[in-house]
């Protein structure tokens, strides 16, 4: 990469979005009341929030049957057998349960918690209703979306990652990673490369697209989700982008199944 | 927290650090030849291999005897005995080995590849020589000097993180945490907190040291190691700084043991 300075600016005025709203019109009107431009190299990391909510992905746990096995898991963990069940739905497998602990591979290959089933940061619905939020169908298809309506309305070529905050196995506290990437690379590939004393370089592959989650991070006001969409400006790439799945490890190289 | 914007910048300019130099004289002057400032509330994310260097962590492999158990681990593996041995004589447990794979937890409490033991960008040292670069003895001891000897030189009250690249277990690619934290909360604890639409919140634990150690990676270089340091400002903390141990999760919960 060979950056020297990046500049994070998180979008202030964002209101909240609602189902079937278009993002994109929204995030270039609050870009413009905001005065902040777009140009090409500038990554917008999006909150994946706002993305599940423009797309509709609420489920009213009124409105769920848990199965048997959700039922026998939910006694064993703690949790709402209706919640389990959305969870196992969007889930290929289980990886760890334990005492208010959920961690299961979701359909996309994202290992995370709850398979990424938000309570929090939801606005009502009817009264009674009783919501949660799934993660977007296919957020790489998400990202891609929104990066050719932003082209489309401002003529910027950006790069889109929609994030998420994701808890590790060995350590506290969440830290934000990306879901959905468009129009950069996901994972820079150094491999064949030498460092400054023309030794083959150890450390091969580095996550970019969640490096830049990490950071948007921390000027999106986890607490409030205040600013859930962010600009990063600086980065200069010159290999093609992929999409989230080069940041998915293979399940067959998977040591902690 | 509530950032609206972070500035991101690597500090140029500084040569190959050597085995016994103090590392704050050498990092005030490059800053100064970079007319960079330095300002209360900064946090300057240092590359773990340059506070080693100066504490002179290398091992010579050729002075290493392996063990029993190292033979027998490196025979499965297929790594190099002594390098084995070295990982070892630093780890408390091994979490992992598989072909090429050694993750094990670091007696300073982090799960990680090799217990961070670095053979690429090394300087040679004697002819023959097979050198490895230990971690810090105690990296917040190091940040915890480093900021002290910043404040004594620049009066500059900054935070300091010292970084490490870490894989990850279900995703592709590295990104930097954090191994040594002064001067800033290295979790943002936000239990309690209630979202903006009055639920209590989930999402609870904020790594923001491992978030901030994440950012400086994106402009570090790692290829070139040529920019171990990173300026960022524009973070604004109230409460108490805490150290790494903020950050390790207690062995009795890990549930990938």
New interface residues.
Partial sequence: ??????????L?GLAEVLPGEDLAPLLCEALARAGMSLAGGDVLVVAQKIVSKAEGRFVDLRDVEPSAAALQLAASIGKDPRFVEVVLRESSTVV?A?PN?L?T?HRLG??MANAGI???????GEPGAERVLLLPVDPDASARALRAAIKAATDAQVGVVISD?FG??????????ALGVAGLPA??D?RG?????G?????T????A???A??A???M???????PVVRIR??HWSVPGSDSR????PVAE???Q
């Fill in positions: 990469m060979g950056e020297s300075s990046l500049a994070l600016q998180a202030p760890r334990a602990v961690i591979r994202h290992v938000d309570r929090s940061n939801l606005p009502a905050s590790r196995p060995w350590r506290i506290g969440t830290v934000n990673v994972v820079l150094l490369g030498q460092d400054r004393h030794r083959r370089l150890e450390t592959q580095v996550a970019l969640d490096a830049l990490a950071a991070g921390i000027v006001g986890e607490a409030t989700e205040s600013t600086g980065l080069a940041l998915l490890r998977d040591l902690f």
